[in-house]
Each structure stands twice: as C-alpha cells, then as structure tokens.
C-alpha cells in the first residue's frame, strides 16, 4: 500500500510533463493550413480544366465550352496528432469552362473601359467648375501689393476758377482761369486720409464802382496771387475695388494758405495789403481709374484774402493727377 501511495505521483507528474511537451496547435495555424488546401484544391482543377494564360481572340470557334472534367480524387493530408481534420468539400466542384472565363473576362474590360470614362468626364467637369469660379472671382490682393495700395503717393495738376466775395458795394470781383499744382500722400481703405503740399496761381478781375466820369473798362485790373497750399482731407470711398486702385472718393477738410507774392496792379495792391496766412475750408469728389486720378474740389475762404477790405476767396479746382 505503501508502494502505491509513492508511486502514483511519480506517475502523474510524467504524464503531465509529456503533455506539456506536445505542440499547441492554436485557431490561426489551423485556419492557415484550412487556407492551403483549398489552395491546392483549386490550383489542381484550373489546372485540369485547360484554360490558356494568352488574351482572348475574336474566333467564335473559341468560344465553345470545353467538355467538363471530373476532378481526380486527391489525397488529403493526414491530420496531426491532435489537431482536427480539415474540412472537405461535399460534393466536388466542376472546372470552370472557357467560355465561362472568356465572358468574365470580357465583361471585366467593359467595366474597366466603363470607369476610365466616368473617371475623365468627372476630371473634364472639375475642370470646367474650376475655370468659371476662378474668372468670376478676382484674385487676391497679395501683401505686397495690399500694403503698396494702402498707402499710394500722388501728383496732379489743373486750372481753377477763382473770385473774391465781398459785401462792399464800392467793388466787385469776377472769375477767371488760374492753375494748381501738387502731390499727396493718401492712406487707409474705405476710410482714409490725406495730406498734400501745393502751388496755386490765383487770378481774379477786380473793379471799382465808385469812380464817377469814368468807364468800368478804365477801373479795372486783373489781380494775379501765389500761394503755397496744405489741404489736410479725410474721405470716404462709397465704391471701390478690392485692390483700392479703382473706386469713387468723397473727401473734405481745411488748407492753409500761405502767400508768396501779389503780381503788379492798377489799384496798387502790394504783398502787405494781404493776410499773409488765410485759411479755407474745401470738399471735392474724386475717382480713381487704376493709377489715374481725376479730382473737382470746392475752395472756400474763412478769413479775409485783404488786410483792410471784407474779401474771401470762393474757388472752384480741376485736376487730373497720377498716383503710385
């Protein structure tokens, strides 16, 4: 009894070491040698069934099926210790014919010709989707060319209509053409501002009222002044471009006036018969067409133009200019 007692675990303990020994034979090896033999299974009976490897042809004669071969009976791999058999097909299954393959084929080319065309006219269509957005769109203002239209310099020039305004009935004043020449810095986007620098010819016919025994013809005299300008403007652009090279401007400020020189007249006028600073309000409308500018301004004097007499200038500006 006692014999059987130290024997048995000596018994145990063997049989379950030679059972750690053997191999594990997991899902996936089973399922991969599953996979082999349906391999070999169907390389033997394309094989046996005599299908050419070279293109189709056009002969008809090609396209009758081939009479069905049995599939020979083939040995099926023994099982390991342990591991299942692999399954077995029912029923064996019939060689595919040539006709069969050629059709398949066949129907394999249209669907391919088939795709290649949907795929070009989808290609054509983006195509054409792109080139009419891209022409209806206007490109993009770089930032080179963003900061260069944000801040653009300017010149012009052009003839004005100048005359003074007074309330003495002793003399009266009328227009007549003079001329302005300048340039500006103009800066912002809808809204902006403006400061320029400008030498403007003011010419004016006076006459006097009171002399009696006299013709008008013999009191009168053309006043000629010079002065140098400094409008200072903000304005406001209703319409423009995204560039801002081309819009509609709305602007209105102040200038300073100050006088050069009063050229020789019959009433004697001198430099010191004038304020040597006047100061006017304007307001102008301006377009601008690409680099081109074209502006018309409205000058009107706050401060007499003459030291002893009431006159203000009411001016009237022109000017064709060229900006950067």
């Known amino acids: 009894m006692n014999r059987f007692f130290l024997i048995a675990p000596f018994v145990l303990v063997t049989q379950l070491s030679a059972q750690a020994q053997q191999p594990v034979q997991s899902p ?29 042809s056009g002969n008809p004669a090609s396209m ?22 692999a399954p077995q097909p029912a029923f064996p299954e019939p060689p595919a014919s040539q006709s069969e393959i050629r059709l398949l084929r066949m129907l394999m080319e249209a669907q391919g010709h088939k795709i290649d065309s949907i795929q070009q006219e989808i290609f054509r269509q983006k195509q054409a989707a792109t080139a009419s957005t ?4 206007e490109p993009a203002a770089s930032p080179a060319t963003f900061k260069r239209d944000n801040v653009s310099v300017g010149v012009y020039m052009g003839p004005n209509l100048s005359t003074y305004s007074t309330d003495q009935d002793s003399l009266g004043s009328r227009a007549r053409v003079g001329y302005q020449l300048g340039l500006y810095v103009r800066g912002g986007g809808r809204l902006f501002g403006q400061l320029g620098a400008e030498y403007v010819g003011i010419s004016s016919k006076r006459y006097s009222k009171d002399d009696k025994g006299a013709s008008l013809n013999q009191l009168n005299s053309t006043i000629n002044t010079h002065y140098i300008q400094v409008p200072l403007q903000i304005g406001y652009r209703p319409l423009m471009t995204r560039s801002k090279r081309t819009g509609i401007r709305i602007q209105a400020g102040a200038e300073l006036s100050y006088l050069l020189k009063a050229d020789k007249n019959d009433f004697k006028l001198t430099d010191a018969d004038y304020n040597q600073t006047v100061i006017n309000l304007l307001g102008g409308l301006g377009v601008d067409l690409g680099p081109i500018t074209l502006d018309v301004a409205y000058h009107h004097g706050i401060r007499d133009a003459y030291r002893v007499e009431n006159a203000k200038l009411r001016m009237v500006s022109a000017s064709l200019g060229f900006k950067f």
């Open 28 to 56: 996936v090896i089973e399922r991969t040698e599953s996979i082999l033999y349906e391999k070999r299974i169907t390389e033997k009976r394309v094989s046996n069934s005599g299908i050419p490897s070279s293109p189709l």
């Open 134 to 137: 891209e022409g209806q769109r």
């Open 64 to 85: 009758v099926p081939e009479p069905v071969v049995a599939e020979p009976s083939s040995p099926v791999p023994s099982a390991r210790p342990g591991q299942p058999a």
